[in-house]
């Protein structure tokens, strides 16, 4: 697959039980977190960065976001869908974000299995976590501390039916 030719940011929010997904879908609704998530994947100058993800999480999604591209890993010859740019490789989906691309960057957005294949690409962790267990069928391990820096962290009180939860920026370690 060689270097990523981007800078890389995985996303994703996380129960205290590792779970991340439930039947094609977030076991839990925190307004505020999908608001980051929009504005992360915006990027800085908000003209949207391309978002890298698995066929599984396009589908729930529902419909394309708007204003951001959205490359989908599939190995389903067949598959196709309007808003999605199909790659069948992980090779694929970063020589297709890095196209048309001048910011050099672009998101990781899940779920488990493309976590699995590009999160020790990124550079970058944008970490939800959720101060709860779920129950759920998809699930993501715990970072590896000894790889990342913590450069930022923000505390949230539970409220409102919505659980406690932290926004936890990582920075990968350099050497
Ligand atoms: N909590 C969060 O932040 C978060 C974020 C994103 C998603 N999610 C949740 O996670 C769940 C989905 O995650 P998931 O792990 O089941 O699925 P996924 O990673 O979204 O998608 C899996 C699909 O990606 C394709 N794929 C995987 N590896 C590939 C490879 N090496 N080459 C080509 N294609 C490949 C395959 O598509 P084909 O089957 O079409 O071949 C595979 O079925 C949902 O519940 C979703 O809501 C949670």
Not at 32 to 46: P, S, Y
Not at 97 to 112: K, L, T, Y
Not at 124 to 145: K, N, Q, S
Request: aromatic share 6%.
């Amino acid at each position: 697959m060689g270097r990523a030719p981007l800078t890389l940011t995985a996303i994703y929010a996380r129960a205290a039980n590792g779970v991340i997904g439930m039947d094609g879908a977030l076991p839990w609704h925190i307004p505020a977190d999908l608001k980051r998530f929009k504005a992360l994947t915006m990027g800085a100058d908000g003209l949207g960065r391309p978002m890298i993800m698995g066929r599984k999480t396009f589908e729930s999604f529902g419909k394309p976001l708007p204003g951001r591209r959205h490359v989908v890993l599939t190995r389903d010859a067949d598959w196709s869908a309007p808003g999605a740019e199909v790659v069948r490789t992980p090779g694929e989906a970063l020589a297709c974000a890095a196209r048309d691309n001048p910011a050099g960057e672009a998101s990781v957005v899940g779920g488990a299995q493309v976590y699995g294949l590009l999160l020790p690409l990124c550079a970058r962790v944008e970490l939800t976590e959720i101060h709860a267990d779920y129950p759920g069928d998809t699930h993501l391990p715990a970072l590896d501390m000894a790889e990342w820096d913590v450069i930022l962290r923000e505390d949230h009180h539970a409220r409102d039916g919505v659980p406690a939860y932290s926004y936890v920026t990582l920075q990968r370690r350099r050497g």
